[in-house]
């Protein structure tokens, strides 16, 4: 059996190390070894919403523990692609620094301090430039991620096309268009289509995500607190219920309705 990995100054040398070992085909692990890029994104995507929720949260202990479970993804990825003979962990290291340093020419060149409104334009500018030089100029949604959650990712397609002059004026016609969607997806459920029904419920939640991006909220982030504000809620019923030595499946909606308004009422105050 290979020796373990002995400590080093730089932490981040130990946990490339320990990851080169566990990817070594003599005495590496057996899991790490049949894993790929493909079957390693779901962990990476997982690992950036566990830190999210620390976050959420705020709890920083966790949050150590989530950046940590993050950056192994990193690390992972990085020790294939150095084993196909594409990139190191250095040079992603490395790439991400040079990026840096050319988006912020206000701090690392010669380009005047701007306000947050306006480095965010310039921001934009430099990577339009870095797409036309990479011939990335196809569509001006090309580089949208098509991974990305659904919802994250209408709000960066639609912003993308409102850089062009393709928006809303303003709320109010977000408003009108998603009862405009609303009454559509109301008329092909009377019709009982189907597939026509799941086509206006995207529409809808489309128009949802474009309203959050004019309210300047993240859709996922509203969602998420929906989420727990729902479990709070539920969690309450189940545990008065339990008080009453009942399970919610012999209760009625009637009861478990009115808890549920108490339930909101205690969180009031």
Not at 127 to 136: C, I, P, Q, S, V
Request: proline share 5%; net charge negative; charged share 35%.
């Amino acid at each position: 059996m290979p020796p373990p990995v002995p400590p080093s100054d730089k932490p981040i040398d130990r946990l490339i190390a320990i990851m080169a070992r566990l990817r070594d085909p003599a005495g590496g692990c057996a899991w790490d070894l049949e894993q790929s890029f493909a079957t390693i994104a779901p962990y990476t995507v997982e690992e950036a919403y566990e830190v999210a929720d620390a976050i959420e949260r705020g709890n920083l202990a966790d949050l150590k523990e989530e950046l940590g479970d993050l950056l192994l993804q990193v690390v992972f990825h990085s020790r294939m692609a150095e084993e196909q003979g594409a990139f190191s962990f250095d040079e992603v290291a490395e790439v991400i620094s040079e990026k840096m340093i050319r988006r912020h020419p206000h701090v690392f060149g010669e380009a005047d301090q701007r306000s947050s409104a306006e480095q965010t334009e310039a921001w934009e500018e430099i990577k339009a430039a870095e797409r036309a030089r990479k011939g990335r100029t196809a569509s001006l949604l090309d580089d949208v991620p098509v991974g990305l959650p659904a919802l994250t990712r209408a709000v960066k397609l639609t912003a993308r096309a409102a850089r062009v002059g393709f928006d809303w004026p303003d709320v109010s016609f977000v408003l009108e268009k998603l009862r405009e969607e609303t009454a559509e997806l109301e008329a092909e459920i009377a019709a009982r289509e189907t597939a026509k029904m799941r086509d206006e419920l995207g529409d809808m939640l489309f128009v949802v995500a474009n309203l959050a991006r004019k309210l300047d909220i993240e859709p996922e982030d509203a969602l998420r607190a929906a989420n727990a504000k729902f479990a709070r809620r539920f969690q309450f019923i189940e545990q008065t219920l339990a008080q009453r030595g009942k399970t919610p499946d012999q209760s009625d909606l009637e009861e478990m309705d009115a808890l549920w308004d108490a339930a909101k009422a205690a969180e009031r105050g």
